[in-house]
């Protein structure tokens, strides 16, 4: 009678420390969060994602202007494509009459048309005459050949420096007009 009191009372430590063990695991467990499940109607899924990507408008051979992205998300049914880390060269007569650098960008493959911005700093834009343009956000409109901004802009080279909101410029002539706000300063 004394051992099957000795057995029932291991039985009974041996339970409870299985209880607590459970416990233990259960309570220090990590726990792993479930995937988020987006709709089709949320994110369009991208036809490509391209590493190096190049994009190139010519006329009759010869390069109009060209896209570097170090990524590209490309939608061909909205005819869209969404870069990141963007270099735009404009040439004229195969020489770069302007090179402009984004944190990001989209470009429309069907009407050619580009929109390129930054996040916190000014995106440049160089121009072949020594003259570098900045703002945050810039539109291509490849019917006209004419930049675009409605974000504050600063055009800086040979001695000037203007500063206003909003910018709509000839790319082919190289003139530029900053629409509101504008100030300028002459330095020798």
């Not at 539109?139 to 006209?144: A, G, M």
């Not at 504050?152 to 709509?168: E, M």
Request: overall charge positive; aromatic content about 8%.
């Amino acid at each position: 009678m004394g051992s099957q009191k000795v057995r029932w009372g291991l039985t009974f430590l041996v339970l409870i420390m299985a209880i607590f063990i459970g416990h233990r695991v259960y309570t220090h467990m990590e726990k792993t969060p479930t995937p988020a499940v987006h709709s089709s109607t949320e994110i369009r899924p991208a036809d490509a994602w391209i590493q190096g990507f190049t994009y190139r408008q010519t006329q009759a051979g010869v390069a109009k202007w060209e896209v570097l992205a170090k990524r590209a998300r490309v939608i061909q049914a909205e005819h869209r494509a969404q870069l990141e880390d963007v270099t735009v060269h404009l040439f004229e007569k195969e020489a770069k009459q302007m090179t402009v650098e984004a944190d990001q960008g989209t470009i429309n493959t069907k009407t050619k048309n580009i929109e390129l911005k930054n996040q916190k700093d000014f995106l440049s834009v160089r121009l072949n005459n020594g003259y570098t343009i900045y703002s945050k956000q810039l539109k291509w409109k490849e019917s006209s050949r004419q930049v675009q901004s409605q974000t504050p802009v600063v055009i800086k080279g040979k001695g000037l420096t203007v500063t206003g909101i909003g910018l709509i410029g000839n790319v082919d002539e190289q003139e530029f007009q900053i629409l509101s706000n504008v100030r300028a300063e002459v330095s020798s």
